[in-house]
């Protein structure tokens, strides 16, 4: 097997939950796991690109990825309560710490940021056949890319920005894929009541006044906290409260409303 110069080896990832498959070039990654979970693959299965010709985000945005200097990979899981995306977002954060040191935060509910620009995000997607279960789409920026796609320039940053030596992207892959599994069990065992005092630590959403959009309407308020369920509370000027349990948020910050995609 010929591999480019700066592609991923997926032979230097060492112990995974599951089967590993490495494309070149497809359509999505979490449209393949999904055609996989229907071929019978087992949890914990994962596909990982280098470049996705569809490549999606929440709310059907597109997801642009660096071929070779950024990660796109979607991860099968069983059924999980519904803070997994939250509890996913914050094994991100924890396998990039190990292994870069570098932080991360997070913008309610999962899009991961550093420096207050937009360093990944993930796109959770449930199914029912075979059997119930997820796909665990994560995107993230790796290493500088050496040209940028016009109008990207100023809403992003990349994990690697300022280093003088690109990152192992392998190293990343493998501790995030081993964070989010590990911790998928947790929440099963303990509930999210466990990631709950880490994941308010990393949410930089929190004591900024930001604006909720749903499909349906919007709202701007001071983010106040969150509840037991990962709900953001807002709260209004004229003191009312209103939980978010969906959608997205805009919050100040060099990226807007939180591209690139």
């Known amino acids: 097997l010929m591999i480019a110069p700066r592609a991923l080896n997926p032979h230097a990832l060492g112990p995974l939950p599951g089967p590993l498959t490495y494309l070149p070039e497809t359509d999505s990654t979490n449209t393949q796991a999904r055609l996989g979970a229907l071929a019978g693959a087992p949890w914990g299965s994962v596909w990982v690109a280098e470049a996705q010709t569809a490549g ?10 660096f071929p070779y200097d950024s990660l796109a990979f979607s991860i099968l899981l069983p059924a999980l309560p519904p803070t997994l995306p939250l509890v996913a977002s914050l094994s991100v954060v924890r396998a990039v710490k190990a292994v870069t040191g570098r932080g991360l935060q997070i ?13 990944g995000g993930i796109l959770t997607e449930g199914f029912r056949q075979p059997q119930p279960g997820l796909v665990v789409g ?17 809403h992003y940053t990349t994990l690697g920005t300022g280093l003088p030596q690109p990152l192992p992207r392998e190293e990343v892959l493998a501790a995030i894929i081993n964070q989010l599994w590990a911790d998928s069990q947790v929440l099963v065992q303990q509930g999210f009541g466990a990631f709950y005092d880490d994941y308010v630590a990393a949410c930089d959403s929190l004591g900024q006044t930001v604006t909720w959009r749903t499909a349906t309407h919007q709202v701007s308020g001071l983010a106040a906290g969150l509840d037991a369920s990962g ?11 209103v939980l978010c349990r ?6 100040p910050g060099p990226d807007g409303e939180g591209a690139p995609r």
């Open 138 to 154: 994560i995107g993230l920026n790796i290493n500088p890319p050496a040209t940028t796609p016009e109008g990207l320039e100023f």
């Open 231 to 241: 709900a953001l509370s807002l709260r209004q000027p004229d003191g009312t409260v």
């Open 246 to 251: 969906a959608g997205d948020i805009i919050q």
């Open 107 to 119: 913008k309610w509910p999962n899009d991961l940021r550093r420096q207050g620009l937009k360093v």
């Open 56 to 65: 999606r985000g929440r709310d059907g945005r597109q997801w642009q990825t």
